[in-house]
């Protein structure tokens, strides 16, 4: 642990530091909200009891710990690494307007629940001095997003254009797919809403349900487990991956996918792992935004 003082804005804004104190782990502000701006000013934290303190509480930083935990035994660790790019992230480098432009397609995903055309990223891009599809090309190269053969996205991570087996209703009513269960898990704290996520046992059809209130996700049923699964070729998340990262109702009917499916290999993780997993790939990536 290193304790760092910053006395001006501008090691602030090298740092990322938009309050004082400022926690960052392995570089990443993990109560990061959005629109904030650097400052050396004091900071205010916001439990989720509402409550407001001048620093994270220590349940608050044992949980952003064990994100950082999860995200790192993912990439080193686990046989599934596709979801968080082999531990690399989700979040888009800012040069050449990648950043911005992911930002922007998410955003619009989330207000709208459908895709944007190139056209509607136009602006952003061209702040960058590029083309739209130039940057999409890029994000799919990199595998932040993909796109169908006539270069539309067909997903966003964590967001689907198409639908999928798990169905996102947010807090104001839109409704959008998810590309599989640890994308519609990583979508409430991402977009710091409310969020009802309905997705079906691949085995028996039976619904699970996920509620997330005020940052608190209630599981129906209580025995639903989430099995991360991928094939043992190359490519895409949303090719090798996506369809075997899957809500079950049981450990035993996950199982029972997972004999039934050989060319997957994986794992049946519990509740709370699943949602440290979708809290540490997806919270992040509006965190740090530009303005709408």
């Given amino acids: 642990m290193e304790l760092v003082e910053v006395a001006d804005e501008e090691r602030a804004a090298r740092l990322g530091m938009t309050g004082s104190p400022t926690v960052l782990i392995d570089g990443v502000d993990p109560f990061a909200v959005p629109d904030a701006r650097v400052s050396v000013s004091c900071r205010l934290y916001r439990g989720l009891d509402g409550t407001v303190d001048g620093a994270p509480s220590v349940d608050e930083l044992r949980s952003a710990l064990q994100a950082a935990e999860s ?71 990199e595998d932040f997003l993909a796109l169908d053969d006539h270069g539309r996205i067909r997903a966003a991570y964590p967001f689907s254009a198409v639908p999928t087996a798990h169905r996102v209703r947010l807090a104001d009513g ?63 998340a949303a090719d090798i991956a996506c369809g075997a990262l899957n809500f079950f109702t049981s ?24 949602e440290v997993l979708g809290r540490s790939v997806f919270g992040s990536l509006l965190a740090d935004s530009e303005p709408a």
Avoid: K, N
């Fill in 71 to 141: 995200r790192d035994c993912e990439a080193e660790c686990s046989p599934v690494d596709t979801v968080g790019r082999g531990g690399r992230g989700r979040l888009a480098p800012v040069d050449g307007g990648l950043r911005a432009v992911q930002q922007a397609v998410l955003r619009h995903f989330a207000a709208t629940g459908s895709t944007p055309d190139p056209a509607d990223l136009e602006p952003r891009a061209a702040a960058h001095g590029r083309a739209a599809t130039d940057v999409l090309a890029d994000l799919a190269a």
């Fill in 174 to 236: 839109i409704e959008v797919w998810a590309m599989c269960a640890i994308d519609a898990l990583g979508m409430p704290d991402m977009l710091r809403t409310d969020a009802v996520i309905t997705s079906a046992d691949p085995v028996t059809g039976e619904t699970v349900t996920v509620t997330s209130t005020g940052g608190r996700l209630t599981w129906r049923p209580s025995s639903a487990v989430v099995y991360l699964g991928q094939r043992s070729c190359t490519g895409p």
């Fill in 251 to 274: 450990r035993r009917t996950a199982q029972e996918w997972a004999d039934q499916h050989p060319d997957f290999t994986g794992q049946t993780i519990p509740q709370d792992r699943a």
